[in-house]
């Protein structure tokens, strides 16, 4: 049977204003199976954004959304979050939006361990003004602002999101469409901050300047550079050359920040 | 039964009255001189089920109050001026898509760094167009500590009725100095709540002018699903570039504010020997008590001095400034800046009068002496 | 020739012609034709779905049979 992503969806609001062959579509469709399969509930769930193409995400869904100021996402999330720990949270932006503009509140919801779902499109570009390196795009490639290449070394998100605390954190890829639900489901399930970045792609900002003829030429690199973690263990350093692991990379059960909080609260009122 | 009294600071009393308006939710960044806000509403906010956060800057400070707004929290920040300029952009959120907070900016010197332990009044200007585009601006200063409390549970029932952020500023000379509160009992001051939207959640939009030009504001987790955007939004709430609508919800956006139906209950000042005054003095925060002995010494030496103390900055008592620089020979500005409200105080009086700026930017207060020495360059 | 296990729906107001749905399909079901996607041989599908997984547009629906 085919998947009922309408019900998910706010009527009226297809097509979306992405670009052919952006794979925001395909993270977004995995999104939704994972809140279906998750069973929650439309009006306990935010969708948070900020800014760029990613975070024009949470209008189409018929949820509580809140498309903020660029790189904010996160901060007004943990807004939502500490008011009614009881709604779910989820938020969502690109690249250039969570590390650069947002770099600030995306670690610091990563170390308060707040339990929220952080799902990441990481395109490595900013695409929606028309295609300005960010701190994802590869050094070496062509941008709008690097057309000699860019000089700029690029994060890890994943690793970031690691190195910062966050308790749950999983890559997929748009190519790998049918594992996107399970790893976005595996971190909603999670107590506590989950990252889940998605490789995706701009074929209208980013392809056309670094030489791919199509978004099918991105797709197939995708394909290639994934690797399993599971499979990764058995590779040698050399055979893991130029690969990006996909798939759970960490999880741990550590304190949750509204959990902590509300051991405040009954501190304070014995106090 | 007697008041409970206390001896208290501005930032307590501050604290205080937030908790008095029904706030439960502090987000902040720690700041001089308005850090003492956030350690007492630390320490008050979880014991009534309250939350507060130290957020890891000031943009995400004022970024997480408007999330917890949008819950149906009343929601605070308080900041110094190098933090009110962060959080600008975010006011500007506030604004457009309405909603309710209140920013509390504790006066210092600027730019910049400037004397984060020095009182300034310089931040008036920027209250008002801090943040970039069109907007309305609601902003109060309070004079004492007894001020502080009673005019921070006013932003918060300005922020609820009118759907917007709300600032409060007062420079650091209020906001540490100690004076005798008499706290309000619960039912005394006027608590405004949220309004409720009236129609089921399938019927709700967020900006539905059907329910007048400040329409019901649902909160997210109470059974309400709609879309908040930053863009400029049609009365359902989602994105729109068609003119028609821009155009009708900015100007709606102002005109809650600054109509006069609005600006009868917003507007809120303080005459002091005004009726037979030749002379009046414009003068606000920490400086209006400067301006009242001086008030006081001017007419022991036959001067017919007056005080018009605005108690809402923002908007600008516009009308009365108007009528008054008519009647008087001159209107004497002092404040802790370079020249700011006497701009606006011109801009009203329209050449009707004199206006007299009197500024001190050195870290210290205006004096009585001053002030006097000024009104008397009035011919 | 064995017959199809699905039915495939293709939205073409909803489809932007990216192609991605054509060109990983594992036994050539689908064509592009013009930008829109076009169901060229169905006797071939086998449900896996991928063409609806990997879809950025909502545009393909496929139906087991």
Same mark, same amino acid.
């Given at each position: 049977?085919?998947?009922?992503?309408?019900?998910?969806?706010r009527?009226?609001?297809?097509?979306?204003?992405?670009?052919?062959?952006?794979?925001?579509?395909?993270?977004?469709?995995?999104?939704?199976?994972?809140?279906?399969?998750c069973g929650l509930?439309?009006?306990?769930?935010?969708i948070?954004?900020?800014?760029?193409c990613a975070?024009?995400?949470?209008?189409?869904m018929d949820?509580?959304?809140?498309?903020?100021?660029?790189?904010?996402?996160?901060?007004f999330a943990?807004?939502?979050?500490?008011?009614?720990?009881?709604?779910?949270?989820i938020?969502?932006?690109?690249?250039?939006?969570?590390?650069a503009?947002?770099?600030?509140?995306f670690?610091?919801?990563c170390?308060?361990n707040?339990?929220?779902?952080?799902?990441i499109?990481?395109?490595?570009?900013?695409?929606?003004?028309?295609?300005?390196?960010?701190?994802?795009t590869?050094?070496?490639?062509?941008?709008?602002t690097t057309?000699?290449?860019?000089?700029?070394?690029?994060?890890?998100?994943s690793?970031?999101?690691?190195?910062?605390?966050?308790s749950?954190?999983?890559?997929?890829t748009?190519?790998?469409a049918?594992?996107?639900?399970?790893?976005?489901?595996?971190?909603?399930?999670?107590?506590?901050?989950a990252?889940i970045?998605?490789?995706?792609?701009?074929?209208?900002?980013?392809?056309?300047?670094?030489k791919?003829?199509s978004?099918?030429?991105?797709?197939?690199?995708l394909?290639e550079?994934a690797v399993?973690?599971?499979?990764?263990?058995?590779?040698?350093?050399e055979?893991?050359?130029?690969?990006?692991?996909?798939?759970?990379l960490?999880q741990?059960?550590?304190?949750e920040?509204?959990?902590q909080y509300?051991?405040?609260?009954?501190?304070?009122?014995?106090? | 039964?007697?008041?409970?009294?206390a001896?208290?600071?501005?930032?307590?009393?501050?604290?205080q009255?937030?908790?008095?308006?029904?706030?439960t939710?502090?987000?902040?960044?720690?700041?001089?001189?308005?850090?003492?806000?956030a350690?007492?509403l630390?320490i008050?906010?979880?014991?009534?089920?309250g939350?507060?956060?130290?957020?890891?800057?000031?943009?995400?400070?004022m970024?997480?109050?408007i999330?917890?707004?949008l819950?149906?929290s009343k929601?605070?920040?308080?900041?110094?001026?190098?933090?009110?300029?962060?959080k600008?952009?975010?006011?500007?959120?506030?604004?457009?898509?309405?909603?309710p907070?209140?920013?509390?900016n504790?006066?210092?010197?600027?730019?910049?760094t400037?004397?984060?332990?020095g009182?300034g009044?310089?931040?008036?200007?920027?209250?008002?167009?801090?943040t970039?585009?069109?907007h309305?601006?609601i902003?109060?200063?309070?004079?004492?500590?007894?001020?502080? *409390?009673?005019?921070t549970?006013?932003?918060?029932?300005l $922020? =609820?009725?009118? %759907?917007?952020p709300?600032? /409060?500023?007062? &420079?650091e000379?209020v906001?540490h100095?100690?004076?005798?509160?008499?706290?309000p009992?619960?039912?005394?001051?006027e608590?405004?709540?949220?309004?409720?939207?009236?129609?089921?959640?399938e019927?709700?939009?967020?900006?539905?002018?059907?329910?007048?030009?400040?329409?019901?504001?649902?909160?997210?987790?109470?059974?309400?699903?709609?879309h908040v955007?930053?863009?400029?939004?049609?009365q359902?709430g *989602?994105?729109?570039?068609?003119a028609?609508?821009?155009? $009708? =919800?900015?100007? %709606?956006q102002i005109?809650? /504010?600054?109509? &006069?139906?609005?600006?009868a209950?917003?507007?809120k000042?303080e005459?002091?020997?005004?009726?037979?005054?030749?002379?009046?003095?414009?003068a606000?925060?920490?400086t209006?008590?400067?301006?009242?002995?001086?008030?006081?010494?001017?007419?022991?030496?036959?001067?017919k001095?007056?005080l018009?103390?605005?108690?809402?900055?923002?908007?600008?008592?516009?009308?009365?400034?108007?009528?008054l620089?008519?009647?008087v020979?001159?209107i004497?500005?002092?404040?802790?800046?370079?020249?700011?409200?006497?701009?606006?105080?011109?801009?009203?009086?329209?050449g009707?009068?004199?206006?007299?700026?009197?500024?001190?930017v050195?870290?210290?207060?205006?004096?009585p002496?001053?002030?006097?020495?000024?009104?008397?360059?009035?011919k | 020739?064995?017959?199809?296990?699905?039915?495939?729906?293709?939205?073409?107001?909803y489809?932007?012609?990216?192609?991605?749905?054509?060109e990983?399909?594992?036994?050539?079901?689908l064509?592009?034709?013009?930008?829109v996607?076009?169901?060229?041989?169905p006797?071939?599908?086998?449900?896996?779905?991928?063409?609806?997984l990997?879809c950025?547009?909502?545009?393909i629906?496929v139906?087991?049979?």
């Amino acid at each position: 049977m085919a998947y009922d992503y309408a019900k998910h969806i706010r009527p009226g609001k297809l097509p979306h204003i992405w670009c052919p062959g952006c794979g925001h579509g395909i993270a977004m469709k995995g999104m939704i199976r994972a809140i279906d399969a998750c069973g929650l509930e439309k009006n306990n769930t935010a969708i948070v954004s900020g800014i760029g193409c990613a975070s024009r995400l949470p209008g189409y869904m018929d949820y509580c959304t809140l498309h903020t100021a660029h790189g904010r996402a996160a901060a007004f999330a943990t807004g939502v979050k500490m008011a009614r720990p009881e709604m779910n949270v989820i938020v969502v932006g690109g690249d250039g939006d969570g590390t650069a503009i947002g770099g600030n509140h995306f670690i610091h919801a990563c170390r308060r361990n707040i339990d929220m779902t952080y799902i990441i499109l990481n395109n490595s570009i900013y695409g929606m003004t028309g295609g300005q390196f960010s701190p994802c795009t590869p050094t070496g490639a062509k941008a709008s602002t690097t057309v000699y290449g860019n000089p700029d070394p690029t994060f890890d998100i994943s690793k970031l999101a690691i190195g910062a605390g966050a308790s749950f954190v999983a890559r997929g890829t748009a190519f790998h469409a049918a594992q996107i639900d399970k790893l976005i489901a595996e971190g909603i399930k999670h107590k506590g901050l989950a990252v889940i970045e998605i490789l995706d792609d701009c074929p209208t900002t980013y392809g056309r300047r670094n030489k791919f003829r199509s978004v099918v030429d991105m797709m197939k690199r995708l394909k290639e550079i994934a690797v399993p973690v599971a499979a990764a263990a058995k590779m040698t350093a050399e055979q893991l050359e130029g690969k990006v692991l996909t798939g759970i990379l960490h999880q741990e059960n550590k304190p949750e920040y509204c959990e902590q909080y509300a051991q405040v609260i009954a501190r304070a009122k014995c106090a | 039964m007697a008041k409970k009294v206390a001896l208290l600071q501005g930032n307590d009393a501050c604290a205080q009255g937030a908790l008095y308006a029904g706030c439960t939710f502090f987000g902040g960044y720690p700041i001089t001189p308005s850090t003492e806000v956030a350690e007492v509403l630390s320490i008050e906010l979880p014991k009534i089920g309250g939350k507060f956060i130290q957020m890891e800057d000031e943009i995400g400070a004022m970024a997480s109050v408007i999330g917890a707004s949008l819950t149906g929290s009343k929601a605070l920040t308080a900041t110094s001026g190098p933090g009110v300029s962060l959080k600008q952009e975010l006011i500007g959120y506030a604004c457009i898509a309405e909603v309710p907070c209140v920013i509390i900016n504790v006066m210092r010197g600027g730019p910049s760094t400037g004397m984060p332990t020095g009182p300034g009044q310089s931040d008036v200007q920027q209250a008002k167009w801090g943040t970039h585009g069109d907007h309305a601006t609601i902003a109060l200063v309070p004079a004492s500590v007894q001020e502080i *409390f009673t005019e921070t549970v006013r932003a918060f029932n300005l $922020a =609820e009725k009118y %759907r917007m952020p709300v600032q /409060v500023l007062y &420079d650091e000379i209020v906001g540490h100095m100690r004076e005798r509160i008499e706290f309000p009992e619960p039912g005394e001051l006027e608590v405004i709540n949220r309004a409720a939207p009236t129609v089921t959640p399938e019927n709700y939009k967020p900006y539905d002018t059907s329910f007048g030009d400040v329409p019901p504001l649902a909160g997210f987790g109470t059974g309400y699903r709609f879309h908040v955007t930053g863009l400029n939004k049609a009365q359902d709430g *989602f994105p729109t570039t068609k003119a028609e609508y821009v155009d $009708a =919800e900015e100007r %709606r956006q102002i005109s809650k /504010v600054e109509k &006069d139906e609005a600006r009868a209950v917003i507007e809120k000042n303080e005459e002091y020997l005004v009726d037979d005054a030749e002379v009046l003095i414009f003068a606000y925060g920490s400086t209006s008590r400067s301006a009242r002995y001086a008030v006081n010494e001017l007419r022991k030496e036959g001067i017919k001095a007056g005080l018009f103390r605005p108690i809402t900055l923002w908007p600008f008592p516009e009308k009365r400034i108007a009528a008054l620089g008519k009647k008087v020979k001159g209107i004497v500005v002092p404040e802790m800046n370079l020249g700011q409200m006497n701009l606006e105080v011109e801009r009203v009086v329209k050449g009707t009068c004199p206006v007299l700026h009197l500024g001190r930017v050195d870290g210290e207060p205006l004096n009585p002496g001053q002030i006097i020495a000024k009104v008397k360059e009035v011919k | 020739m064995s017959s199809p296990k699905a039915k495939i729906e293709v939205i073409e107001r909803y489809c932007k012609g990216c192609a991605i749905c054509a060109e990983f399909c594992p036994t050539n079901v689908l064509e592009m034709d013009a930008f829109v996607v076009k169901v060229a041989r169905p006797e071939a599908c086998t449900a896996c779905m991928q063409c609806e997984l990997r879809c950025p547009d909502f545009a393909i629906e496929v139906h087991k049979l």
